[in-house]
Every structure is written in structure tokens, then in C-alpha cells.
């Protein structure tokens, strides 16, 4: 039922674009014991089938900006190959850490950040 749970709800920050895996990583790392590197595995197959869905309602309610897309794409393969090297190389309570660093400072980032007009 946790799996469930963690999933329902990872999926939901995901599909509101926010990245499931915020939700997903820290709490398979915190509730399940899940080591980092096998918890960052599951949050990128899972992310497959929920980002597919989450796309199909964003296309319908055209909320795709497709000029950008495919930079995005280029960009995204290029760092996600260099991604997971790195992450494949580094001591998994290392990517813990610098996976709470990156949450903290996106969370900070958000907080005081202007609004948008």
C-alpha cells in the first residue's frame, strides 16, 4: 500500500510538471530504505509511462511550446548520458546528499523568486 501511496502521489506532482521524482526519490530513500541509486533507477522507469500520460493532456490542452522542444530534447539526452555516469560512479550517500542540496536550493529558489507577470 505504500508503494501505492508514493507512486499516486509522485505521480501527481509529476503530471503538474513539478517532477515526480521530488516526491518519489526521497520517499523510497526514507520510508522504504531504498538505496539512492536504486531509488533514482525506479524514479526514471517510472517516469516513462507517467510522463507519457501527463503529455497527452498537456498536447490536448496545448500547453506545449514546441519551438523550444526540441533544444530541450538535444540537451536533456546530452545531460541525462552524462547524468547517469556520474551517478553510476558516485558513492550513493554522496548522491544523497547532493540530491538534498539541489532540493534545498530549488526550494529556497522558489520561495523568494519573483512571480511572473
Avoid at 509522485?10 to 510538471?17: D, L, N, S
Avoid at 526521497?26 to 522504504?32: E, G, K, M, N, V
Wanted: aromatic share 10%.
Amino acid at each position: 500500500m505504500k508503494l501505492f501511496l508514493i507512486g499516486l502521489f509522485a505521480g501527481i506532482v509529476g503530471g503538474m510538471g513539478i517532477g515526480g521524482g521530488t516526491i518519489l526519490i526521497p520517499a523510497l530513500t526514507i520510508f522504504l530504505g531504498t538505496e539512492q541509486h536504486i531509488a533514482q533507477s525506479v524514479n526514471l522507469l517510472s517516469f516513462i509511462p507517467t510522463a507519457i500520460i501527463a503529455l497527452i493532456y498537456h498536447i490536448k490542452s496545448k500547453n506545449i511550446q514546441y519551438k523550444i522542444v526540441t533544444l530541450i530534447i538535444i540537451g536533456g539526452i546530452i545531460g541525462s548520458s552524462i547524468g547517469a555516469i556520474l551517478a553510476a560512479i558516485t558513492k550513493a550517500v554522496i548522491l544523497k546528499k547532493i540530491f538534498a542540496v539541489f532540493l534545498f536550493g530549488m526550494g529556497i529558489y522558489e520561495i523568494f523568486s519573483k512571480p511572473r507577470k
